[in-house]
Nanobody
Framework: QVQLVESGGGLVQPGGSLRLSCAAS????????MGWYRQAPGKQRELVAT???????NYADSVKGRFTISRDSARNTPHLQMVSLKPEDTAVYYC?????????????WGQGTQVTVSS
C-alpha cells in the first residue's frame, strides 16, 4: 500500500512563495495522473493542478500563472511551486496520485499540509 506524505506548507505573507513536495512510501511504477488539491475551511476540496505521464498540465483558473506543477520522474510524485501567494490560497493542500498496482487503479492521497497566507 502506497502512502503519500506532503511537506513544504507553512505560513507566508501575501506575495510570498512556497514549494510543496510529496513523498511516497512505496513505489509507483505507472500512473494515470497526479496532482494537488486543496480544501479551505467550509469549502469543498478543489483541484489545484494536475500532470499526466506525458507532461500535460492542467490548472485551476485561480492559480494559473502563479503555480507550477512538476513531477519527480524517479518517484512519480508531484511537486507544486507557488508564487505570488494570496490570502485566498489559504487551505490544506493534498497530494494525489492515480497509480496502478496489482492490476488495479488506486487513488492515493496524502494527509495534507496547511498553507496559510496572511500578513
Amino acid at each position: 500500500q502506497v502512502q503519500l506524505v506532503e511537506s513544504g506548507g507553512g505560513l507566508v505573507q501575501p506575495g510570498g512563495s512556497l514549494r510543496l513536495s510529496c513523498a511516497a512510501s512505496g513505489s509507483i511504477f505507472r500512473f494515470n495522473a497526479m496532482g494537488w488539491y486543496r480544501q479551505a475551511p467550509g469549502k469543498q476540496r478543489e483541484l489545484v493542478a494536475t500532470i499526466t505521464p506525458n507532461g500535460r498540465t492542467n490548472y485551476a483558473d485561480s492559480v494559473k500563472g502563479r503555480f507550477t506543477i512538476s513531477r519527480d520522474s524517479a518517484r512519480n510524485t508531484p511537486h507544486l511551486q507557488m508564487v505570488s501567494l494570496k490570502p485566498e490560497d489559504t487551505a490544506v493542500y493534498y497530494c494525489n496520485v492515480d497509480g496502478w498496482a496489482d492490476g488495479y487503479l488506486h487513488r492515493y492521497w496524502g494527509q495534507g499540509t496547511q498553507v496559510t497566507v496572511s500578513s
